[in-house]
């Protein structure tokens, strides 16, 4: 590992070297921050162009291990997709944690391609109700789904009415960035968009659990109306839409089985 920083002065200069004799703009070729010693333990850190710093955490005892995994599994044991809100209020700062814990997900280089966006007002609801049950309508009873897909769908009970969208308090739909954009509205490459989304979302739906919360994940097919009526930019496009609030006195979810540990694990040996 100690040729590395010698072998990254080689390239550099040898990039510098090619815009000099190709005129490529200097700006292409950004300027080679030196390494520095952090102090973060393995002699590979000092080598790495990213400022580093150190992480340490916490080891806790075997039992402890346990006993928080377990509590985990039981609190997400009983998450379920809700379709039967309550119009009690929610604070805002509890959906803005957990946005906040959603932005912790890893994602493609580090890019955070995503966008959350808020709306608890009645218009913008009644707007998203609206629009949603259209393109619903000609899913469901306009055949723009297949049978297999509907036969799929009929365990759940679901179908074009969307009523609780406007009675939950707050509606989150998460945008994927599909590229960012510079301080000069250049593009700037994204990786892994979809997958780093993905994990976001995963994140989101388990914080919501945790504080207490319901949540469905929807997601009508196009969705392109949630660009228009919240008024994102061409580089953005909807990944999910989160009605979010409390469950009615009356919810009721579909009775559904999990599958078992050996129905999704597989362990590989040697």
């Keep these: ?108 280089a580090h890019r955070q391609p995503w966008t959350f966006v808020v709306t608890g007002d009645p218009e913008v609801k009644r707007q998203i109700r609206v629009a949603a049950e259209e393109e619903e309508r000609v899913n469901y009873e306009g055949g723009r789904i297949p049978d297999h897909w509907r036969e799929a769908l009929e365990p759940l009970g679901t179908d074009s009415n969307k009523q609780y969208l406007e009675t939950v ?50 997601t009508p097919s196009p969705m392109k109306f949630l660009t228009r009526l919240l008024g994102r930019p061409g580089n953005e496009r909807p990944f999910c839409m989160f009605p979010i609030g409390y469950p009615s006195d009356d919810c009721v979810v579909p009775d559904l089985r999990r599958k078992d540990l050996d129905e999704v694990m597989v362990e590989v040996r040697a």
Excluded at 182 to 198: I, L, P, T, W
Aim: charged residues 25%; glycine residues 6%.
């Design 169 to 218: 308090p707050w509606i989150v739909v998460l945008f994927e960035q599909r590229y960012g954009l510079d301080s000069d509205g250049e593009k700037v490459h994204h990786f892994y968009v979809k997958e780093s989304c993905g994990i976001a979302a995963g994140i989101f739906i388990a914080a919501l659990h945790h504080a207490g919360l319901a949540t469905l994940t929807h």
């Design 1 to 108: 590992m100690a040729d590395f920083a010698l072998v990254a002065d080689v390239l550099w200069l040898a990039l510098v070297s090619i815009r000099s004799l190709s005129g490529l703009p200097s700006s292409l070729i950004r300027r080679r921050r030196p390494f520095q010693d952090t102090g973060c333990g393995p002699d590979y850190c000092r080598h790495m162009p990213a400022q580093m710093i150190p992480y340490t955490q916490e080891r806790l005892d075997p039992e402890e291990q346990w006993r928080r995994a377990t509590a985990f599994h039981e609190k997400m044991e009983r998450r379920r997709s809700v379709r039967f809100f309550s119009n009690d209020s929610v604070p805002r700062e509890l959906v803005e944690l957990a946005i906040q814990t959603a932005s912790t997900a890893p994602s493609g």
